[in-house]
T-cell receptor, first 111, second 115 residues
Framework: ELKVEQNPLFLSMQEGKNYTIYCNYSTTSDRLYWYRQDPGKSLESLFVLLSNGAVKQEGRLMASLDTKARLSTLHITAAVHDLSATYFCAVFPSGTYKYIFGTGTRLKVLA | DSGVTQTPKHLITATGQRVTLRCSPRSGDLSVYWYQQSLDQGLQFLIQYYNGEERAKGNILERFSAQQFPDLHSELNLSSLELGDSALYFC??????????????FGEGSWLTVV
């Protein structure tokens, strides 16, 4: 069974601290996506990682992909309150038309 | 604004009833995806259409059905509703249905409450 697991599920951190969210998936996937969701809102696309070793950065967020390990990370640098949200990774399993989302990581940044 | 439009935004209905959720994809997008988000099940893929044809099915109940029309808008029909069907239903769209995948863009969702 295809699994996309994120770790941790919940994360409470102080402003100014660094932390990493992990996304493990159990199948071959050509691409990996990261999304952000504010409570009760839609999902906003953050990053698309296209190949092994890909790294993308936007502001305080940096995402990377290791397709051999089937692992992606989302690193948060010097967190600020505005980053509080739920973050999802998603994979597009090879040979399918499905986007499968991870369990989500609910991040709360404390002032 | 992602460009994906969903209606209605909120819907309250009784058990046993039937509802239809509507989605208009971004201009130029041929693929439409439906997802169900509930507190205990996360974001579950239901079904995908590309240019009017069903392309992929996920955990969609038999009581649920969907279609994509020639103008590319899509409808998700939920029937014989149960309390457990209460959830946020998202539609998303992307440019194409090719296997390599493109970023998908989400609508604002339709909140369904079954009472």
């Amino acid at each position: 069974e295809l699994k996309v697991e994120q770790n941790p599920l919940f994360l409470s951190m102080q402003e100014g601290k660094n932390y990493t969210i992990y996304c493990n998936y159990s199948t071959t996937s050509d691409r990996l996506y990261w999304y952000r969701q504010d409570p009760g809102k839609s999902l906003e696309s953050l990053f698309v990682l296209l190949s092994n070793g890909a790294v993308k950065q936007e502001g305080r967020l940096m995402a990377s992909l290791d397709t051999k390990a089937r692992l992606s990370t989302l690193h948060i640098t010097a967190a600020v309150h505005d980053l509080s949200a739920t973050y999802f990774c998603a994979v597009f399993p090879s040979g399918t038309y499905k986007y499968i989302f991870g369990t989500g990581t609910r991040l709360k940044v404390l002032a | 604004d992602s460009g994906v439009t969903q209606t209605p935004k909120h819907l309250i209905t009784a058990t046993g009833q039937r509802v239809t959720l509507r989605c208009s994809p971004r201009s130029g997008d041929l693929s439409v995806y439906w997802y169900q988000q509930s507190l205990d099940q996360g974001l579950q893929f239901l079904i995908q259409y590309y240019n009017g044809e069903e392309r992929a099915k996920g955990n969609i109940l038999e009581r649920f059905s969907a279609q994509q029309f020639p103008d590319l808008h899509s409808e998700l029909n939920l029937s014989s509703l149960e309390l457990g069907d209460s959830a946020l239903y998202f539609c998303a769209s992307s440019v194409g249905g090719q296997v390599s995948g493109n970023t998908i863009y989400f609508g604002e969702g339709s909140w369904l409450t079954v009472v």
